[in-house]
């Protein structure tokens, strides 16, 4: 992504979203905050720190609003008299499925057995050997 793309990206949300992006900026700003159980990398640009900030930020204030919005949805039904609604059955699902071509898959599951038959080998012949020599 180019500095004026990024640029563009950031004035659109300081102005559609300024506690946002004031909230990134810090977090951006922050250098302290592996001490919270953040592991951030070294060489993290300053836009890397931005977006990871935003998405954190992004991801927390929607969590918060769909939580603000079942309580409101809650309520209004309490008041009518109905039970609450779950919101983990009202919740979206997202699949994601990831399709390989059949040749990497191929690949991959043919290595994968032959090294479960090293390791089956190996740990068969440690077991007998522990019983050969434990007697």
């Not at 720190?49 to 209004?76: E, F, H, I």
């Not at 039904?77 to 499925?97: H, K, N, S, Y």
């Not at 090294?115 to 007697?135: C, P, T």
């Amino acid at each position: 992504m180019n500095a004026k793309a990024q640029a563009q990206f950031l004035t659109w949300v300081k102005r559609n979203f300024p506690d946002a992006y004031y909230a990134a900026l810090n977090r951006a700003d922050n250098s302290s905050l592996a001490g919270l159980g953040e592991e951030e990398a070294p060489t993290q640009t300053f836009w890397q720190k931005m977006t990871a900030g935003l998405t954190a930020v992004g991801t927390t204030y929607l969590s918060l609003k769909n939580q603000r919005d079942a309580m409101k949805l809650n309520l209004a039904r309490a008041e009518q008299g109905l039970p609450p609604i779950d919101a983990g059955v009202t919740a979206p699902v997202i699949r994601t499925q990831i399709d390989l071509p059949p040749d990497v898959l191929d690949k991959l599951t043919a290595g994968a057995g032959q090294q479960f038959n090293k390791v089956l080998l190996i740990g068969a012949a440690a077991v007998a050997a522990f019983f050969l020599f434990n007697r």
